[in-house]
């Protein structure tokens, strides 16, 4: 693909100098490219972590309603239609913006606390992360330097944008928000490598499962985890809130992570969702919380 880029790219050379629907393709291509690199540099990194990369997310709610449908193309095809299913498919979201936030975050505790083995214990975070807007003005300037490769010319135009961001982002410190910032934007989303549900399917679980299930919850600040778990993992929060799930017939604990709130898109008017995370059994996490807390945490509950 790439190769097919840079022939294409070799072939609008002379195209660009014709005028506007020249520049047009030109910076069409440009953005594939940079698209291509990108999903290359992803697909490279997950890879490198031998681990699939994929989200599972538990919506609840009124059961989904199925409808049947028929084409020419498809045939007949029976199609679930719900909100939930909407809401799962956003909780399986997983932003780059906010997995390179982490990981940028994780990357500076490794060289300040000079912990190179640190690592994350989660793999599901929500997080805010900001944009910088370009007025259309700018844009079109960027895409004339980047096509004409002229340094001077970009020099020009972050200078004449950084003084109106500067102008945004200091009435956004005195307002304590965004509003109307011409410059800014911020976006708050779900990175989901995990097993994750909502609160309501979590509280409907226990429900449903209090007959035979223990629950109890435990709000604990980083600082009082034992000290192998804080000198092993990076923590973006000061407290961590856990549900634990005790199934005492088969000997197994589930615990449950909350990560954070979150409006879904598209979902604005409904409120903000609360996501939990599932921790998987096999995760160093959970077995040092088994190993150094489950035990007093349950004893703490029974009665002196």
């Keep these: 693909l790439k190769e097919e880029i840079l022939e294409e790219k070799k072939m609008l050379e002379k195209v660009v100098k014709s005028g506007k629907e020249g520049i047009n393709r030109w910076v069409e291509v ?8 990108k999903a290359f540099q ?9 681990e699939v990369e994929a989200g599972l997310f538990i919506s609840y709610g009124a059961k989904a309603e199925k409808i049947n449908l028929e084409s020419e193309q498809w045939g007949k095809k029976d199609v679930a239609i719900g909100e939930k299913i909407n809401e799962a498919a956003r909780g399986t979201s997983r932003n780059a913006l906010v997995s390179n936030k982490i990981t940028k975050l994780l990357n500076n505790a490794k060289e300040d606390l000079k912990l190179p083995n640190l690592k994350l214990p989660f793999d599901v975070y929500i997080d805010r992360v900001y944009n910088i807007k370009v007025d259309l003005e700018s844009a079109s ?8 490769r002229k340094v001077p010319d970009a020099e020009k135009i972050v200078k004449r944008m950084a003084p109106k961001l500067f102008k945004d982002l200091k009435e956004i410190l005195q307002k304590g928000s965004l509003g109307s910032s011409a410059y800014l934007s911020k ?28 629950h109890f919850q435990k709000k604990v600040n980083i600082s009082e985890l034992h ?18 799930s005790i199934k005492e017939v088969e000997n197994t604990v589930m615990i449950f992570r909350k990560v954070g709130r979150l409006v879904f898109k598209g979902f ?19 077995k040092m919380i088994l190993e150094h807390h489950f035990t007093a945490w349950l004893e703490d509950l029974k009665p002196h």
């Design 227 to 244: 000290s192998d778990i804080r000198g092993r993992f990076f923590f973006t929060e000061d407290i961590l809130e856990l549900w634990f």
């Design 141 to 148: 300037s960027i895409n004339k330097a980047i096509i004409e």
């Design 268 to 286: 604005e008017l409904g409120g903000t969702t609360s996501v939990y995370e599932i921790l998987k059994t096999n995760s160093d996490f959970y």
């Design 42 to 50: 992803h697909e490279v990194s997950e890879s490198a972590k031998k």
């Design 187 to 214: 976006t708050r989303d779900i990175y989901n490598n995990g097993d994750a549900l909502s609160e309501k399917a979590l509280n409907a679980f226990m429900e449903e499962s209090k007959n035979y299930i223990r």
């Design 30 to 37: 440009l953005d594939r490219e940079e698209d291509l690199e």
